[in-house]
């Protein structure tokens, strides 16, 4: 199968790997953050401005492939205090609000240039 390299303009990038990889009708999204690529800085200090501005990278990222949020079938979600749990939930569910797709949330000791939450997904269609 062939291997696409999927990379938006205007988002979050790094030589160190790709924005996503498609494969097939499958497509694996990097780990993003709340990087406000406009404000060369995280969308705020708070856990719901990032929540948003990530899922908001991970639209584009998607979208310039093709897909939508609604063909996720997998989300990995890192954050940085566990008890930001419940208050991830309200708003992560506000974008999955029907079948949404498996997922794991993991508390990590750090995250990339300090961010409360970090999101990876892969999606089929």
Known sequence: MERKVIQVEGRPASPLYSQAIQVG???FV???VGYDI???ALAGDDLASQTH????NIQSILNAAGYELSDVVEAQVFLDDMDNYGAFNDIYTTYFPENPPARAVVEVSALPINAKVEIKLS???
């Open 25 to 27: 009708n499958h497509i």
């Open 30 to 32: 990097s780990g993003q």
């Open 53 to 56: 501005q990530t899922i908001k």
């Open 123 to 125: 999606a089929v269609k």
């Open 38 to 40: 406009e404000k060369q």
